[in-house]
């Protein structure tokens, strides 16, 4: 039988975004420690698995609802049900994606999405190569077609995986087709509405990131 559970959450711009950030890997880890039949879990052994300190696990389960109690810590899986619904993975998300390239390719038949509640529906793009085939059951659509289906479907999350030349224009029609939330992976600084989400996503600075550090080391060799 399916478990349920009602939490009372915080607003979630009360929550701060490096905690948002943190709830996947705790819950990621409090699965696996379920798998071992774990049925209680202390903040330092949640602190220890992730290295983080002790009193920050604390303070961003707090953001839950949930409490640890005396001597035991947590429940496991009550707090795996309190994280799934803070993070909403427990509700449906659709989304469309615009740039069926091998980007694009990609993020749709990463079955990841759909384990944290999200799925992409329907991709756009404006090679008339690529128009009319289909990525794992996801038809690529004419980038023409995204105002009208976005409609219909009541979609809310756009997705850009194009050049960056087309990036910013293709964030434009988004907002004027009714998106709210854009998850821009194309490397440009994208100008929208203060009312939109913007999360940008840029491959290319994580590399240089690792990139410029393995030179460090060498250099201190």
């Keep these: 039988m399916e478990t349920t559970l009602?939490?009372?959450l915080k607003k979630p711009q009360a929550v701060p975004e490096p905690t948002v950030r943190r709830m996947p890997s705790y819950l990621n880890v409090l699965r696996d420690i379920l798998k071992q039949g774990e049925l209680y879990v202390s903040a330092p052994t949640i602190a220890r698995l992730?290295?983080?300190?002790?009193?920050?696990?604390?303070?961003?389960?707090?953001?839950?609802?949930?409490?640890g109690k005396p001597r035991v810590g947590y429940v496991v899986e009550e707090l795996i049900l309190a994280l799934e619904e803070f993070l909403g993975y427990n509700r449906k998300h659709e989304a469309f994606i615009v740039g069926a390239g091998y980007l694009g390719s990609a993020?749709?038949?990463?079955?990841?999405?759909?384990e944290a509640g999200m799925k992409i529906v329907a991709a756009f793009d404006i090679d008339?190569?690529?128009?009319?085939?289909?990525?794992?059951?996801?038809?690529?659509?004419?980038?023409?077609k995204f105002r009208d289906l976005a409609g219909r479907l009541h979609i809310q999350i756009g997705i850009i995986t194009t050049p960056p030349t087309m990036a910013q224009s293709v964030a434009d029609l988004m907002v004027g087709w009714g998106i709210k939330a854009i998850w821009n992976?194309?490397?440009?600084?994208?100008?929208?509405?203060?009312?939109?989400?913007?999360?940008?996503?840029?491959?290319?600075?994580?590399?240089?990131?690792?990139i410029n550090k393995l030179g460090q080391l060498r250099n201190e060799k």
């Design 6 to 8: 009602s939490i009372p």
């Design 50 to 67: 992730l290295h983080v300190d002790p009193t920050q696990v604390v303070k961003d389960m707090s953001y839950t609802g949930i409490t």
């Design 107 to 114: 993020l749709i038949q990463y079955q990841g999405f759909r």
């Design 128 to 144: 008339k190569k690529k128009i009319g085939t289909e990525i794992s059951g996801v038809t690529v659509f004419d980038l023409e």
């Design 185 to 210: 992976f194309a490397p440009v600084a994208l100008k929208v509405p203060e009312h939109i989400i913007l999360q940008d996503t840029h491959i290319y600075a994580n590399l240089a990131v690792i």
